[in-house]
Protein backbone atom coordinates (compact mmCIF):
# COMPACT_ATOMS: atom_id res chain seq x y z
CA UNK A 1 0.00 0.00 0.00
CA UNK A 2 0.87 3.96 -0.24
CA UNK A 3 0.21 6.00 2.03
CA UNK A 4 1.85 9.64 3.42
CA UNK A 5 4.54 9.77 6.26
CA UNK A 6 1.48 11.60 8.46
CA UNK A 7 -0.98 8.51 7.48
CA UNK A 8 1.83 6.34 8.83
CA UNK A 9 2.67 8.02 12.07
CA UNK A 10 -1.08 8.28 12.04
CA UNK A 11 -1.84 4.59 11.36
CA UNK A 12 -3.32 2.74 14.55
CA UNK A 13 -2.72 -0.91 13.58
CA UNK A 14 1.06 -0.75 11.44
CA UNK A 15 1.36 -4.00 9.32
CA UNK A 16 4.44 -3.83 7.36
CA UNK A 17 6.92 -6.24 5.10
CA UNK A 18 9.98 -6.15 5.23
CA UNK A 19 12.45 -7.03 2.21
CA UNK A 20 15.72 -8.02 1.44
CA UNK A 21 18.80 -10.00 0.98
CA UNK A 22 19.45 -12.41 3.26
CA UNK A 23 22.41 -10.77 5.96
CA UNK A 24 20.51 -7.01 5.50
CA UNK A 25 19.37 -7.50 8.81
CA UNK A 26 15.49 -8.47 8.60
CA UNK A 27 15.28 -10.41 11.48
CA UNK A 28 17.62 -8.59 13.94
CA UNK A 29 15.72 -5.87 13.01
CA UNK A 30 12.76 -7.24 13.80
CA UNK A 31 13.44 -8.48 17.02
CA UNK A 32 14.28 -4.87 18.00
CA UNK A 33 10.73 -4.29 18.42
CA UNK A 34 8.72 -4.65 21.06
CA UNK A 35 7.32 -8.02 21.10
CA UNK A 36 4.00 -7.29 23.36
CA UNK A 37 2.85 -5.08 20.67
CA UNK A 38 4.47 -6.22 17.17
CA UNK A 39 3.30 -10.11 16.21
CA UNK A 40 6.35 -11.33 14.03
CA UNK A 41 5.55 -13.20 11.02
CA UNK A 42 8.38 -15.31 9.67
CA UNK A 43 7.74 -16.46 6.11
CA UNK A 44 10.43 -18.86 6.45
CA UNK A 45 9.46 -20.06 9.31
CA UNK A 46 6.01 -20.42 8.02
CA UNK A 47 7.45 -22.45 5.46
CA UNK A 48 9.26 -25.09 7.60
CA UNK A 49 7.19 -25.64 10.39
CA UNK A 50 3.75 -25.92 8.10
CA UNK A 51 4.28 -26.19 3.98
CA UNK A 52 7.75 -28.10 4.37
CA UNK A 53 7.25 -30.29 7.76
CA UNK A 54 6.46 -33.26 5.96
CA UNK A 55 9.27 -33.48 3.29
CA UNK A 56 11.91 -31.83 5.86
CA UNK A 57 10.79 -35.11 7.72
CA UNK A 58 11.01 -37.64 5.36
CA UNK A 59 14.71 -35.95 4.25
CA UNK A 60 15.14 -36.68 7.64
CA UNK A 61 14.05 -39.91 7.78
CA UNK A 62 15.65 -41.07 4.99
CA UNK A 63 19.26 -40.13 6.43
CA UNK A 64 18.74 -42.14 9.14
CA UNK A 65 17.22 -45.05 7.53
CA UNK A 66 21.32 -45.54 6.03
CA UNK A 67 22.58 -45.85 9.87
CA UNK A 68 21.29 -49.44 11.18
CA UNK A 69 21.03 -48.75 14.35
CA UNK A 70 18.20 -46.02 13.77
CA UNK A 71 17.26 -47.92 10.80
CA UNK A 72 16.14 -50.99 12.96
CA UNK A 73 14.65 -48.49 15.57
CA UNK A 74 12.23 -46.64 12.75
CA UNK A 75 10.99 -49.86 11.19
CA UNK A 76 9.83 -51.08 14.31
CA UNK A 77 8.62 -47.72 15.36
CA UNK A 78 10.47 -47.62 18.52
CA UNK A 79 11.62 -43.61 17.95
CA UNK A 80 9.98 -40.55 17.56
CA UNK A 81 11.46 -37.86 15.12
CA UNK A 82 10.95 -34.65 14.51
CA UNK A 83 12.72 -31.21 13.20
CA UNK A 84 12.96 -28.40 15.70
CA UNK A 85 12.45 -25.05 13.53
CA UNK A 86 12.59 -21.76 15.06
CA UNK A 87 12.87 -18.20 13.53
CA UNK A 88 16.32 -17.70 14.58
CA UNK A 89 17.10 -21.37 13.28
CA UNK A 90 16.22 -22.81 9.87
CA UNK A 91 18.94 -24.91 9.32
CA UNK A 92 16.18 -27.82 9.15
CA UNK A 93 14.90 -25.85 5.87
CA UNK A 94 17.99 -25.36 4.71
CA UNK A 95 19.13 -29.07 4.95
CA UNK A 96 16.19 -30.07 2.71
CA UNK A 97 17.15 -27.39 0.44
CA UNK A 98 20.35 -28.97 -0.08
CA UNK A 99 23.15 -28.14 -2.29
CA UNK A 100 23.52 -29.21 -6.37
CA UNK A 101 26.45 -31.35 -6.86
CA UNK A 102 28.04 -34.86 -6.36
CA UNK A 103 25.80 -37.38 -3.86
CA UNK A 104 29.01 -38.68 -2.55
CA UNK A 105 30.15 -35.41 -1.29
CA UNK A 106 26.64 -34.97 0.54
CA UNK A 107 25.23 -33.08 -2.95
CA UNK A 108 21.89 -33.82 -4.67
CA UNK A 109 21.20 -34.73 -8.25
CA UNK A 110 20.05 -32.06 -11.07
CA UNK A 111 16.38 -34.09 -11.06
CA UNK A 112 16.17 -34.11 -7.06
CA UNK A 113 17.60 -30.92 -6.43
CA UNK A 114 14.81 -29.38 -8.74
CA UNK A 115 11.99 -30.56 -7.04
CA UNK A 116 12.95 -29.72 -3.79
CA UNK A 117 13.38 -26.14 -4.91
CA UNK A 118 9.75 -26.41 -6.95
CA UNK A 119 8.58 -27.78 -3.23
CA UNK A 120 9.66 -24.56 -1.32
CA UNK A 121 8.51 -21.71 -4.65
CA UNK A 122 5.31 -22.96 -3.67
CA UNK A 123 5.92 -23.11 0.07
CA UNK A 124 6.84 -19.81 -0.24
CA UNK A 125 4.04 -18.63 -2.48
CA UNK A 126 1.66 -20.04 0.51
CA UNK A 127 3.13 -18.44 3.21
CA UNK A 128 2.92 -15.22 1.83
CA UNK A 129 -0.61 -15.72 0.88
CA UNK A 130 -1.33 -16.59 4.42
CA UNK A 131 -0.31 -12.92 5.66
CA UNK A 132 -3.47 -11.81 5.08
CA UNK A 133 -5.02 -14.09 7.80
CA UNK A 134 -1.96 -14.08 10.29
CA UNK A 135 -3.08 -10.25 10.40
CA UNK A 136 -6.66 -10.81 11.55
CA UNK A 137 -5.26 -14.07 13.99
CA UNK A 138 -2.76 -11.58 15.30
CA UNK A 139 -5.21 -9.39 16.73
CA UNK A 140 -8.52 -11.26 16.94
CA UNK A 141 -6.36 -14.46 18.91
CA UNK A 142 -3.38 -12.99 20.57
CA UNK A 143 -4.42 -9.14 20.77
CA UNK A 144 -1.91 -7.52 18.69
CA UNK A 145 -1.94 -3.72 17.79
CA UNK A 146 1.07 -4.34 14.87
CA UNK A 147 2.19 -7.12 12.89
CA UNK A 148 5.22 -7.45 10.72
CA UNK A 149 6.20 -10.02 8.24
CA UNK A 150 9.54 -11.15 8.09
CA UNK A 151 9.79 -12.40 4.00
CA UNK A 152 12.72 -14.55 3.11
CA UNK A 153 14.92 -13.67 0.87
CA UNK A 154 13.93 -15.30 -2.00
CA UNK A 155 10.14 -13.51 -2.40
CA UNK A 156 11.81 -11.01 -5.26
CA UNK A 157 12.34 -14.43 -7.16
CA UNK A 158 8.51 -15.94 -7.28
CA UNK A 159 7.24 -14.26 -10.14
CA UNK A 160 3.91 -13.79 -9.02
CA UNK A 161 2.07 -10.74 -9.36
CA UNK A 162 -0.67 -11.88 -6.61
CA UNK A 163 1.29 -12.66 -4.51
CA UNK A 164 2.96 -9.24 -4.31
CA UNK A 165 -0.53 -7.87 -4.32
CA UNK A 166 -1.84 -9.56 -1.68
CA UNK A 167 1.26 -8.20 0.41
CA UNK A 168 0.67 -4.35 -1.22
CA UNK A 169 -3.04 -4.90 -0.37
CA UNK A 170 -2.32 -5.66 3.27
CA UNK A 171 0.91 -4.58 4.37
CA UNK A 172 2.94 -1.40 3.68
CA UNK A 173 6.41 -3.15 1.65
CA UNK A 174 9.35 -1.89 3.06
CA UNK A 175 12.90 -2.92 1.04
CA UNK A 176 15.83 -2.44 3.17
CA UNK A 177 18.61 -1.87 0.02
CA UNK A 178 21.92 -2.89 0.90
CA UNK A 179 24.62 -0.18 -0.05
CA UNK A 180 27.46 -1.44 -2.33
CA UNK A 181 29.82 -0.39 0.87
CA UNK A 182 28.30 -3.66 2.38
CA UNK A 183 27.74 -5.87 -0.78
CA UNK A 184 31.57 -7.46 -0.76
CA UNK A 185 31.18 -8.01 3.22
CA UNK A 186 27.76 -10.35 2.55
CA UNK A 187 29.20 -11.89 -1.07
CA UNK A 188 32.09 -12.73 0.96
CA UNK A 189 30.25 -13.76 4.55
CA UNK A 190 28.36 -16.05 1.77
CA UNK A 191 31.52 -17.22 0.16
CA UNK A 192 33.08 -18.73 3.16
CA UNK A 193 30.20 -19.92 4.59
CA UNK A 194 27.70 -21.55 1.93
CA UNK A 195 24.64 -22.32 2.42
CA UNK A 196 21.59 -23.65 0.29
CA UNK A 197 19.50 -21.17 -1.48
CA UNK A 198 16.35 -21.14 -3.52
CA UNK A 199 16.91 -20.02 -7.15
CA UNK A 200 14.78 -19.23 -10.53
CA UNK A 201 14.94 -22.14 -12.65
CA UNK A 202 15.63 -20.23 -15.59
CA UNK A 203 18.40 -18.28 -13.63
CA UNK A 204 19.50 -21.83 -12.41
CA UNK A 205 19.87 -23.29 -15.57
CA UNK A 206 21.83 -20.50 -17.54
CA UNK A 207 24.12 -19.98 -14.45
CA UNK A 208 24.53 -24.25 -13.95
CA UNK A 209 25.04 -24.32 -17.86
CA UNK A 210 27.82 -21.28 -17.72
CA UNK A 211 29.49 -22.96 -14.75
CA UNK A 212 29.89 -26.01 -16.10
CA UNK A 213 31.22 -25.03 -19.07
CA UNK A 214 33.64 -22.58 -17.27
CA UNK A 215 35.00 -25.69 -15.30
CA UNK A 216 34.55 -28.33 -17.83
CA UNK A 217 32.18 -30.76 -15.66
CA UNK A 218 30.33 -32.91 -17.54
CA UNK A 219 27.28 -33.80 -15.06
CA UNK A 220 26.05 -32.12 -11.47
CA UNK A 221 26.95 -34.99 -9.97
CA UNK A 222 30.70 -34.72 -10.19
CA UNK A 223 30.38 -31.17 -8.93
CA UNK A 224 31.61 -30.50 -5.87
CA UNK A 225 28.23 -29.14 -4.24
CA UNK A 226 29.78 -26.00 -2.33
CA UNK A 227 31.83 -24.88 -5.50
CA UNK A 228 28.52 -24.34 -7.11
CA UNK A 229 27.42 -22.33 -4.55
CA UNK A 230 29.91 -20.17 -3.46
CA UNK A 231 30.38 -19.50 -7.34
CA UNK A 232 26.71 -18.12 -8.17
CA UNK A 233 25.95 -16.36 -5.19
CA UNK A 234 27.85 -12.76 -6.20
CA UNK A 235 25.71 -13.87 -9.37
CA UNK A 236 22.62 -14.15 -7.55
CA UNK A 237 23.12 -11.24 -5.56
CA UNK A 238 23.89 -8.91 -8.21
CA UNK A 239 20.42 -10.21 -9.83
CA UNK A 240 18.13 -10.15 -7.11
CA UNK A 241 19.25 -6.04 -7.07
CA UNK A 242 16.92 -4.75 -9.90
CA UNK A 243 13.82 -7.29 -8.80
CA UNK A 244 13.80 -6.00 -5.15
CA UNK A 245 14.02 -2.34 -6.27
CA UNK A 246 11.26 -2.65 -8.86
CA UNK A 247 9.08 -4.19 -5.90
CA UNK A 248 9.92 -1.32 -4.07
CA UNK A 249 9.34 1.25 -6.45
CA UNK A 250 5.60 -0.04 -7.59
CA UNK A 251 4.41 -1.60 -4.05
CA UNK A 252 6.25 0.63 -1.86
CA UNK A 253 9.72 2.10 -0.56
CA UNK A 254 12.78 2.05 0.11
CA UNK A 255 15.26 2.21 3.14
CA UNK A 256 19.12 1.62 3.65
CA UNK A 257 20.45 -0.85 5.69
CA UNK A 258 23.16 1.28 7.19
CA UNK A 259 19.84 3.47 8.89
CA UNK A 260 18.60 -0.15 9.98
CA UNK A 261 22.25 -0.62 11.24
CA UNK A 262 21.36 2.50 13.74
CA UNK A 263 18.15 1.62 15.07
CA UNK A 264 17.55 0.81 18.52
CA UNK A 265 14.00 0.88 19.41
CA UNK A 266 10.39 0.79 18.02
CA UNK A 267 10.51 5.04 17.66
CA UNK A 268 13.59 4.81 15.74
CA UNK A 269 12.38 2.48 13.62
CA UNK A 270 8.19 4.53 12.95
CA UNK A 271 10.51 7.74 12.40
CA UNK A 272 12.97 5.74 9.77
CA UNK A 273 10.17 4.63 7.76
CA UNK A 274 8.18 8.25 7.84
CA UNK A 275 11.19 9.52 6.89
CA UNK A 276 11.47 7.09 3.50
CA UNK A 277 7.94 7.65 2.90
CA UNK A 278 8.44 11.81 3.02
CA UNK A 279 11.62 11.30 0.53
CA UNK A 280 9.35 9.05 -1.78
CA UNK A 281 6.22 10.34 -2.12
Known amino acids: MKMTAQEFLDWQAKRITLLAMSGAGKTTLANKLPKNKWFHYSGDYRIGTKYLEEPILDNIKRQAMTVPFLRDLLLSDSIYMNSKIAVDNLSAVSSFLGKLGSPQLGGLSLQEFKRRQKLHHQAEVAAMNDVPEFIHKAEDIYGYKHFINDAGGSVCELDNPEVLQTLADNTLIIYIKIPQSLEQTIIGRAKSDPKPLYYREAFLDEKLAEFMALKNYSSTDVMPPDEFVTWVFPELFKSRIPRY ?37
Open 245 to 281: QAIADQYGYTVDANDIAGINCEEDFIQLIAYALRGQQ
